[in-house]
């Protein structure tokens, strides 16, 4: 992850990440609990994510599923 600039960076809820994605929390909650998607940041009983962090996972997502497409294209017409 990158290194974090508060002062340019939000805080976002589960509710911003799943309208974002269009994905449930509880995915998201399994994929934080084991490594996959950004930890929270616990505010007492609140959590919130580094909007930085999300948008990177996202775009990493979106590139490791272009390369793989590349990659089975590629391989189907060798």
Known sequence: MSTINIHEDK???MQFITELTG???KW?????HEGKFPKPVKFGRSSR???SEVK???EEKIKLSRTDSV????????
């Not at 998201?28 to 934080?32: D, G, I, R, T």
């Not at 990659?71 to 060798?78: H, K, P, T």
Request: avoid cysteine.
């Open 11 to 13: 805080f976002v809820s």
């Open 71 to 78: 990659v089975i294209f590629n391989e189907g017409n060798e």
């Open 23 to 25: 994905l449930s929390d």
């Open 49 to 51: 994510w580094i909007e």
């Open 56 to 58: 990177e996972w996202i």
């Open 28 to 32: 998201f909650y399994k994929l934080a």
